[in-house]
């Protein structure tokens, strides 16, 4: 997107009352490379009264955020998508983001770089959810001793239906019991943790799941 474009955006978000924006970019070094993310910021900042941009970018170096860090962003955002190492290199397969370690200690990396706020998640359902569960709490509380704090928010979509898929090609499909389960268990685990809910679900477990933990 343009400037213009993305500032037409923005003024449409907040004439709905928006202050607190995400920015999501893909890792393309070629179309997307951090220079454009930056300038897309400045480019927010600038068309109105958004107070927060929060940042979805792929794992990069100290370096990088500490660039992102100087613009003032609000949360970083990654999720390590699977913390089941098997799974996750057979997931990314030939790709800079196929670097398992490269990818589990990014927020780190951008912690030591001066930015406080990180967040986390996992897509529930490419592994068995318990494991996912106490790695992700064991991910925060390393965090918590090496960093001094740990994850700001973390985030628990789940594979849902859709276009050119199957549910049943994925064999660690989550149920609605289960998903309320995980969402309670982090919930005491992680009690002073934000916790995203993915708008993916219906309109009767996003409300379900607020009384279960959900911020």
Known sequence: LTRQQIQSEVKILESLGHKRLALEVGEDALNAPLEYVLDAIDWIY????IRRINVNI????????????????GTYILFQETYHKPTYEQLHPQSLKGNY???????HR??????????GGVLFGLYDYKFEVLA???????LEKHRGCGFH??????????PGMELDQFANGVSDFEFKKIVTVLRLA?????????????????????QHGVS
């Not at 600038?46 to 009264?49: H, K, R, S, V």
């Not at 370690?101 to 927020?107: D, M, S, T």
């Not at 992680?190 to 607020?210: A, F, K, V, W």
């Open 190 to 210: 992680l009690p002073y943790t934000g916790i995203i809910l993915s708008t993916r679900e219906t309109e009767e477990m996003r409300t379900d799941l607020i």
């Open 110 to 119: 951008a912690m030591e770089a001066g930015i406080e706020d990180v967040g």
């Open 136 to 142: 992700m709490v064991q991910h925060n509380e390393h």
């Open 46 to 49: 600038e068309a109105g009264d």
């Open 153 to 162: 928010t973390v985030s628990v979509p789940r594979l849902k239906k859709a």
């Open 101 to 107: 370690e490269r990818q589990l200690f990014a927020h």
């Open 58 to 73: 792929a794992a990069t170096s100290v370096e990088d955020y500490r660039r992102l860090k100087e613009k003032k962003i």
